[in-house]
């Protein structure tokens, strides 16, 4: 076995993992930092398909800031088991049985699935970050331009809903 091999078997196993403590974590707080940690085996993937743009905006957006704006809301929750409401079994019996036809639904496209022609790869730099920015600057600038100015429009007003009012008494 080769190292990308090695490395991708223990980058599975260690989201797979991370995931299933994810779910069976008892506290709130834990299972977003397993999250994280799960993002972080995803970013591993990305670079041995060696889409390093990919791996770097997963760690930055989603590992960095969409799991700590997910701690603040779980941390400022104040989630305690006695103000828990009780929960149906019906309502349990409903998720068991979409639990169940949902894996149907996997198992039945696993086995339909061509093995053989699993993975088409043209070349190895398409997630390239120099790639990606060429490509970008140069077939893609007018609307590249469009949403910079989108983006720059929605800051103002989020400047301008947020300034306060000093005429208000």
Same mark, same amino acid.
């Given at each position: ?62 590992? +960095? ?30 998720? #068991?049985?979409? +639990? +169940?036809?949902?894996?149907?639904? #996997?198992?039945?496209? #696993? ?17 390239? #970050? ?31 809903? +947020? ?7």
């Amino acid at each position: 076995m080769n190292i990308t091999t090695i490395l991708f078997i223990l980058l599975s196993v260690m989201a797979i993992g991370s995931a299933v403590m994810m779910i069976s974590s008892k506290s709130p707080v834990h299972s977003v930092l397993w999250l994280v940690v799960v993002f972080f085996a995803i970013s591993g993937h990305y670079i041995l398909l060696n889409a390093q743009f990919l791996a770097i905006v997963n760690i930055i957006v989603y590992a +960095g800031a969409i799991m700590v704006l997910f701690l603040f809301v779980v941390m400022l929750m104040n989630l305690n088991a006695e103000t828990e409401p009780i929960k149906n079994y019906r309502l349990q019996l409903v998720g #068991i049985v979409a +639990g +169940g036809l949902l894996l149907l639904v #996997i198992i039945s496209a #696993i086995m339909k699935m061509d093995v053989e022609h699993l993975v088409q790869t043209k070349d190895g730099d398409a997630g390239l #970050i120099k790639v990606l920015g060429m490509n970008l600057f140069k077939n893609y600038v007018l609307p590249f331009e469009i949403s910079s100015v989108l983006f720059l429009s929605a800051m103002i007003g989020a400047v301008v809903i +947020g300034k306060k009012d000093e005429n208000v008494n």
